[in-house]
């Protein structure tokens, strides 16, 4: 198991403390606020980006090379599982890339070590700047300084199958306000046949199940962990709306409303039974119901935000920061690649490769006729979140991680007390271990 402790010691044989002190001491901070910083830059701009969302960094640097001739962006994919030892041993090194297009929840790692460069002042000479997204922001955001800037979003949504909601009698809107209402609806498109199932969530993959059930807590203002980075603890023990969310997703198993494969599925085929039309609801992302369907499917799906037990509205606010580590070299031609992602012609193209602008001014006319099912999160921007935490690949992202055992405790073997008990007891010792 990747604790905070053992993060800090990756990649060179150097005690903690001596990472620490290598951070610490800190390498230079580049100036922002220098005359002329982010315009008419020179040279070379070093860009890492992780693997999973290359495709949303590949074109727009192609893009700004072909607009200029006095600046050139290299960039290096980095696997996403190898991105955060990668770049710690960098740091460590002293030998940093201008800019990292990191995962947004990833972000505090590095700026609890006062890593990154410090890009409050430019972010607040941006125009727009009010018009992006206030959860990529959050996460990049440490006693009111901000570290980062949002690029491109991957949020999670219920996904309604139109054709089958019409036959089955639900109205979506109707459905999505409370827990009682969902369970109602999908007891309706379970009857339209032995093949046609009402829900799917993928319950062996920790990731994907956290990206699309998490919301489902957020959406009634609370979350399974509390407190400020720094004295974090679980929320789960007396936390009614956890077990709700679990006596939901209970219910639905017992009573078959979910397909049977839903037990071992690891999200390597997620999506493939909702795009082949047999399931009713889907909590998922744009990219596997729209990028990965043809137009035909397109028009037999609408889109609404993941809700809570009494209704409320909240999705997944994933995707990318861009960060500028302490130590880049051109930090000036850095800047100016950002501004040029971040400009709406950039920002409107991202759905073309499976994601959401961060600009809530996208959504556009011209955006909304070519990309009407990728308008919702940027209409509904404010109930994007993700948490704040140290630990999150600990908690949620690992096989054997205290998120993912709690949900199939609950759900498959039916011990939601035990689970949530054995929870709250492993959410506090990880965050506890991380924070230390």
Same mark, same amino acid.
């Given at each position: ?8 010691? /990756? ?9 620490? !002190? ?34 949303? /960094? ?60 410090? /890009? ?6 941006? @125009? =727009?700047? @009010? ?24 949020? $999670?949504?219920?996904? =309604? ?7 089955? @009698? ?17 007891? %309706? ?32 203002? &609370? ?7 720094? $004295? ?30 839903? =037990?071992?599925?690891?999200? !390597? ?8 039309? %047999?399931?009713?609801? =889907?909590? $998922?992302?744009? !990219?596997?119901?729209?990028?990965? $369907? ?18 409320? !509205? ?55 006729? %070519?990309?009407?099912?990728? &308008? ?36 498959? @073997? ?23």
């Amino acid at each position: 198991m990747l604790t905070r402790r053992k993060f800090l010691g /990756l990649g060179a044989a150097v005690t903690t403390a001596g990472f620490a !002190s290598s951070c610490s001491s800190v390498l230079p901070e580049p100036d922002v606020q220098a005359a002329g910083f982010g315009q008419d830059a020179t040279g070379t701009v070093q860009v890492w980006c992780r693997a999973a969302t290359q495709s949303g /960094l590949t074109d727009l640097v192609k893009k700004f090379n072909a607009s200029q001739d006095r600046l050139t962006v290299e960039l290096t994919p980095v696997l996403d599982a190898q991105y955060v030892t990668k770049l710690a041993t960098a740091i460590r090194g002293r030998s940093v890339p201008d800019l990292v297009d990191i995962d947004d929840i990833n972000s505090m790692l590095f700026i609890y070590r006062d890593a990154f460069t410090d /890009l409050t002042e430019p972010l607040a000479a941006l @125009d =727009f700047r @009010d018009r992006l997204s206030p959860g990529h922001l959050r996460l990049a955001t440490k006693d009111k300084r901000v570290y980062g800037v949002p690029y491109l979003a991957d949020n $999670s949504m219920f996904w =309604f199958n139109t054709e089958l909601c019409d036959r089955a @009698d639900v109205d979506p809107d109707e459905a999505i306000k409370s827990f009682d209402n969902l369970l109602a609806a999908a007891r %309706k498109l379970r009857k339209l046949g032995d093949d046609i199932y009402a829900w799917s969530f993928p319950a062996n993959s920790p990731g994907a199940l956290g990206f699309v059930v998490q919301p489902m807590v957020w959406a009634a203002d &609370t979350d399974l962990i509390q407190g400020p980075v720094g $004295s974090q603890s679980g929320h789960i023990v007396g936390n009614d709306v956890v077990r709700q969310m679990l006596e939901l997703h209970r219910q639905l198993w017992v009573e078959g409303l979910v397909p049977r494969a839903n =037990f071992s599925d690891d999200a !390597s085929r997620w999506g493939s039974d909702f795009r082949a039309g %047999k399931i009713g609801i =889907f909590p $998922s992302n744009y !990219s596997v119901v729209v990028s990965a $369907s043809d137009p035909a499917f397109h028009r037999k799906v609408t889109p609404r935000l993941l809700s809570g037990p009494d209704g409320g !509205s909240a999705f997944f606010d994933g995707g990318d920061n861009m960060c500028i580590p302490r130590g880049a070299r051109n930090a000036s031609g850095a800047w100016e690649f950002v501004r040029f992602a971040l400009d709406l012609p950039q920002q409107i193209d991202l759905p073309a490769g499976g994601y959401t602008p961060v600009r809530s001014d996208a959504r556009t006319a011209e955006f909304a006729k %070519k990309y009407p099912l990728a &308008t919702l999160p940027l209409e509904q921007i404010q109930h994007g979140y993700a948490p704040t935490t140290l630990s999150y690949n600990l908690l949620y992202n690992q096989p054997d991680g205290p998120w993912l055992q709690m949900f199939r405790r609950a759900v498959f @073997d039916g011990e939601l007390e035990a689970a949530m008990k054995e929870a709250q007891q492993n959410y506090d010792r990880i965050l506890r271990q991380g924070q230390a």
